[in-house]
């Protein structure tokens, strides 16, 4: 495979390296694999491997184009720790590996991870902690959503703008008897499923929920709130393209999770989140883990008010993620809490009782993540975790 450095034609603080590696898989399709090339302080290119022949001179404008529109201008501002475990983390590696040798974890294809048990019974045991703090703290009522949701609403909410590269949409083969015959007969003949899927297929007018959030703006939407404060809580499956950056348990293409939706006055929302933030941190606390709380940023691409949005996230602490060490050396967020004023009450038309414009927040915990991140401080084999936990998760002290 061939291999390009593509310089920068205006390199970056090398602080800023991070935010230009979140993008470059997206720039071009062949792009294998990367690293940026550093110069003193400095990013100053990219050295990228293809799958087959590029055009650098495409492949730079690409980068420069990214570079400018949505990194360099960018205002890093440090995150603030609003809570750091009094856990040491303790050095996890070959977790991963450990369980797919154990027959735990079955790799399935890019981002797509089949998980059995012990796995699945930690992972419900940590879900229904969750569910439990929503419920019983917070009054939130449980819904259980389809997996598709309509591509409309992800339009009227944002999302298709926001975050492009993340989109997976449902497709079908196009309602017509030649089309059906003319694709079975294809594919008897040999033809690639995933081109004729593509030249006689359609677009069915869902995608694959990137979150469950977006359910609960539809399901209320047009609506005026009977009750001052609405708290909804569901579990379903997620989908975002992670293009080459998934790994692991740790960024997957489809995964689980579970979603507590806040709706109400702004005050109220506010306060939610903020308790909903320290359940979370305290739960962490209590299965001994390490990590910290802290401010974060959304993954927004493709578009020239991306440095704007994420300088609002990062100046009006818009949105915290709690940081739980994972192997190597890496932390992996396991859960958010976001609030968003009334970017979504506005175009769902949620009102309040009193006529107003509803403000919304959510926290989303990645299930898959969240479990991981605990098998990573006490090993893949469960048998020896303290026993305490056992019982919580497995419900058997052995």
Known sequence: MPTYVVELARPVPAAHGEQLARRVYYLAPDIDTFDLVHHGDEVVGVRVTTAGDADPAALARRLDEVNDAEVRPQRL??????????????????????????????????????VGPPF?????????????????????VEYRYPTLISTETLRRGGYLSSFPHLIMSAGRLCADIDVYRAFVAALEGGDDPANLLQRYGTHSGYCLPPTMCFHTYQQFSGQTLT?????????????????????????????????????????????????????????????????????????????????????????????????????????????????????????????????????????????????????CRYGADIAGWPVRLRVEMLGDPR
């Open 120 to 140: 699945t019974n930690v992972l419900a045991a940590l879900d229904a902690r969750v569910t439990r703090i929503a419920v019983e703290r917070f009054g939130a």
């Open 227 to 375: 009750a001052g404060t609405t708290v909804v809580t569901a579990r379903g499956k997620s989908f975002r393209f992670e293009s080459r950056y998934h790994r692991s348990l740790e960024r997957l293409w489809d995964f689980t999770i579970r979603e507590v939706v806040v709706i109400g006055d702004e005050a109220s929302v506010a306060g939610v989140r903020a308790e909903m933030l320290a359940a979370a941190c305290e739960l962490a606390e209590e299965l001994g883990l390490a990590g910290t709380a802290e401010s974060a940023d959304d993954p927004f691409f493709a578009g020239p008010a991306v440095p704007r949005r994420v300088l609002a996230q990062r100046l009006n602490r818009l949105k915290y993620e709690l940081r739980l060490p994972a192997e190597q050396g890496r932390t992996i967020s396991v859960a958010s809490f976001n609030v968003h004023g009334t970017t979504f009450g506005e175009p769902y038309g949620i009102l309040l009782p009193d006529g107003a414009v509803a403000h919304t927040a959510c926290a989303g915990f990645g299930l898959e993540r969240l479990t991981f991140a605990l098998f």
């Open 77 to 114: 501002v440090t995150p603030e720790v609003a809570w750091r475990s009094p856990h040491a983390a303790e050095p996890a590696d070959g977790v991963f590996d450990a369980l797919v040798t154990g027959g735990v974890v079955h790799e399935m294809g890019d981002g797509v991870i089949a």
